[in-house]
């Protein structure tokens, strides 16, 4: 069988078994049809039907997460556990609160994570949860109550060797630290059965930074690599979260100007530069609504809708933060013609096609959190923060390398998908069936 129809075959079962599950699909087929020519290659991992056992998650756990609001209601959401693949290590990503969470979704992500964790050279597999309770307008006790019952199941199925979730969207400190807790409650302490844990509780210094920093770290590198820098250049970044914040942080650091942020209602534009310090206080102390940026900051508008949709923008950097499918083609088109010189990626699949490599860095400080909790030590900012440039150098690296052995040079995306699965792929043949 040739390579190509290995490829199609795997995703027409997929397709025939899964028919509701959109986002995993469309996840799987695009990194399944950038993979291709590591089947030309490797015969064996056909013969092995690597590919057919990777797309199943090894398992995919659904439960029910009741509580009690403020009102003395019973709510229930659902929850969600999907681990993927443990070929080269315990399984390793995030959770997600959100209403649009379900199973596709979580399969989607929990997917992208095998190969995004295969990069960062650490020794994680590939994992994703969460459940579709939103934390918004929810009082500080109704999150509590939520995170408690939420980990009363999932703390069967996790452990520091054997499953370590970490944050995502809707899961900040204020969520790991209920989680943590209700973990220690049932099971003893064990530091390193979550990421992104508070420092006074066996946190990493940079890990709330490292995703929004390694998203830069690695822009620069793209960057360097075609003969430009990151400095004067002008960003358009989307989200006001975790991701957005730190990557505009680190982005004003090295010289670029970042002309918005948003939420899911609308953007602000503020041509003197995004102020940090402002949407930290807006987001992450009064859990407020973008808006509130341009009644405080002299200059600066509130538009309703999607920043991607702005086209009086003049912009070079389009770096989406926010959440999956955010930049249609289009609206991709568009910033092609208007001289964008690099889409690079925070979020999980904000655009199509998709790239699972600008966003490694906090998975990258989740696995070294994991490694300072196993040595009873906690590093400093510095060594974290050089260490995890160091990794989005190396990422950057790899990608480009693979792409050229690989026979597609410069394109990115898919050299950073083939180097992710090559080390997976290896891992499960040596391990067998
Ligand atoms: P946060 O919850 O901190 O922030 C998410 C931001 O995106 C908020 O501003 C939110 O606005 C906005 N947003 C969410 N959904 C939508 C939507 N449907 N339309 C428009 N805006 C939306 O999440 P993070 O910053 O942690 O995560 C952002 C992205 O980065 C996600 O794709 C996540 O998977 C990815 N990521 C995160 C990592 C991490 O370490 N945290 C690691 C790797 C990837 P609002 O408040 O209105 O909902």
Known sequence: MSAASYVQSVLATLKQRDPNQPEFFEAASTLLNTITPVFEKHPEYVKA?????????????????????????????????????????????????????????????????????????????????GSDFDPKGKSDAEVMRFCQSFMTELSKYIGPDLDVPAGDIGVGAREIGYLYGQYKRLKGAQRGVLTGKGLSYGGSLARTEATGYGLIYYTDELLKANGETLADKRAVISGAGNVAIHAAEKAEALGVKVLTVSDSSGYVVDENGIDVAVVKQIKEVERGRIKAYADRVAGAEYHEGSVWDATDLKFDLALPCATQNEIDGQQAARFKAAGVIAVAEGANMPSNPDAIAANAGGVAVSALEMGQNSRRESDSFEKVDSQLHEIMQHIFKASDDAADEYGVPGNYEAGANIAGFLKVADAMYAQGM
Request: a positive charge; zero cysteines.
């Open 49 to 129: 039907n690597v590919l057919g056992r990777l797309v199943e998650p090894e398992r995919a756990i659904q439960f029910a997460v009741p509580w009690q609001d403020d009102q003395g209601s019973i709510q229930v959401n659902r929850g969600f556990r999907v681990q993927f693949n443990s070929a080269i290590g315990p399984y390793k990503g995030g959770l997600r609160l959100h209403p649009s969470v379900n199973l596709s979704i979580v399969k989607f992500l929990g997917f992208e994570q095998i190969f995004k964790n295969s990069l960062t050279t650490l020794p994680i597999g590939g994992a994703k949860g």
